[in-house]
């Protein structure tokens, strides 16, 4: 079992950055990759940003690519998501997952987290 709690959700201006964190408990975290999620008002929840379990291959949707950046902290249970230069349309629950990935990307979730909010204002 692992637990996935997720902070540094806030409310930004256009054009600022936010720093996501996501915080593991349990000792197989480093066998899992690790993902973020979105879900804004009224839509579906979409991929982000995910990273595999040694942190050599990385993942963004087309949406986020060259703006967000996932990293991991083995040795601290931890994964991030820089977010830079966002806008209004960013703004979503922001959800970490732990899960499985391949040289395809993303394939399966195994643990969500509760998620943290993210507002950016125009």
């Known amino acids: 079992q692992v637990q996935l709690v997720e902070s540094g959700g806030g409310l930004v201006q256009a054009g600022g950055s936010l720093r996501l964190s996501c915080a593991a408990s349990?000792?197989?975290?480093?066998?899992?990759?690790m993902g973020w999620f979105r879900q804004a008002p009224g839509k579906e929840r979409e991929f982000v940003a995910a990273i595999s379990w040694s942190g050599g291959n990385t993942y963004y949707a087309d949406s986020v690519k060259g703006r967000f950046t996932i990293s991991r902290d083995n040795a601290k249970n931890t994964v991030y998501l820089q977010m830079n230069s966002l806008k209004p349309e960013d703004t979503a629950v922001y959800y970490c997952?732990?899960?499985?990935?391949?040289?395809?990307?993303?394939?399966?979730?195994?643990?969500w987290g509760q998620g943290t909010q993210v507002t950016v204002s125009s």
């Open positions: 349990g000792r197989t975290f480093s066998s899992y990759a």
């Open positions: 997952a732990a899960g499985y990935s391949d040289y395809g990307g993303w394939r399966g979730t195994a643990f």
